[in-house]
């Protein structure tokens, strides 16, 4: 089921998006679908937001103060890369026990 902007949870409209991973397979898709709704997408380079924990990233989402996160970053590989080192792609993507400070934060 596709969520239509009638059927949200709470409404995206006016809102500032921030999609980590925009770039990327699924962030691009969620950022395509934000195109569809009055929102305001936030974005930051890739280096920006390499390391998930980072007080560069922290700094960012402070001076950026979005609404709602959509945390679709990721480390990724090819088909031996993912093969032979499994367990790092998961640990490296994976955010810190620290939890964000805003109210709603969506994964994808």
Do not use: Y
């Amino acid at each position: 089921m596709i969520a239509t902007a009638e059927k949200m949870l709470f409404s995206l409209k006016g809102k500032r998006v921030w999609v980590a991973g925009h770039r990327g397979m699924v962030g691009s898709a969620i950022v395509r679908r934000l195109g569809k709704i009055e929102c305001e997408v936030l974005t930051a380079r890739p280096t920006d937001s390499r390391s998930h924990a980072s007080k560069e990233v922290e700094d960012w989402v402070a001076a950026q103060k979005p609404d709602v996160a959509f945390l679709a970053a990721a480390e990724v590989g090819g088909i031996h890369a993912n093969d032979s080192r499994p367990a790092d792609f998961i640990t490296i993507t994976l955010p810190s026990r620290r939890r964000p400070s805003r109210r709603r934060v969506a994964s994808a």
